[in-house]
């Protein structure tokens, strides 16, 4: 079996099917480009829950750095929907039905 040189590896190439641009994270979770990054943090090891994570990357040699959304991250806030506290799910609920329901 022939080995490949690290010299004729490509370097510094990333996976894009795991890093999303802004308008893909949007158009996957049909939200705006807004929503996606006012939840986007810098990246870290660990993930958030509800938070998109992006790194800068340089796709093309010369080319300037953009903002990539890890998919992974993306996915999970399709999968995992954000409760509201109990407290906050009665206000929302209309007075006719609170005295019906039994919510206080």
């Known amino acids: 079996m022939k080995k490949t ?6 370097v510094n190439r990333i996976n894009v099917t795991v890093w999303l641009s802004v308008k893909e994270a949007a158009k996957k979770l049909s939200v ?16 958030e829950r509800y938070k998109v994570r992006y790194k800068y990357l ?8 953009v903002r ?6 993306v996915e999970a806030m399709l999968c995992e929907p954000k409760l509201l506290p109990a407290a ?11 005295s019906s329901s039994g919510i206080a």
């Not at 990539?68 to 991250?73: A, F, I, N």
């Not at 009665?90 to 007075?95: H, I, M, N, Q, T």
């Open 68 to 73: 990539r959304y890890y998919e992974p991250d």
């Open 88 to 98: 906050s799910r009665a206000r929302l609920v209309p007075k006719r039905l609170q």
């Open 58 to 65: 340089v796709l093309d040699e010369g080319a300037e750095p």
């Open 32 to 47: 705006s480009t807004d929503t996606i990054e006012r939840r986007a943090i810098e990246w870290q090891e660990s993930p």
């Open 5 to 10: 040189s690290d010299a004729t590896r490509p």
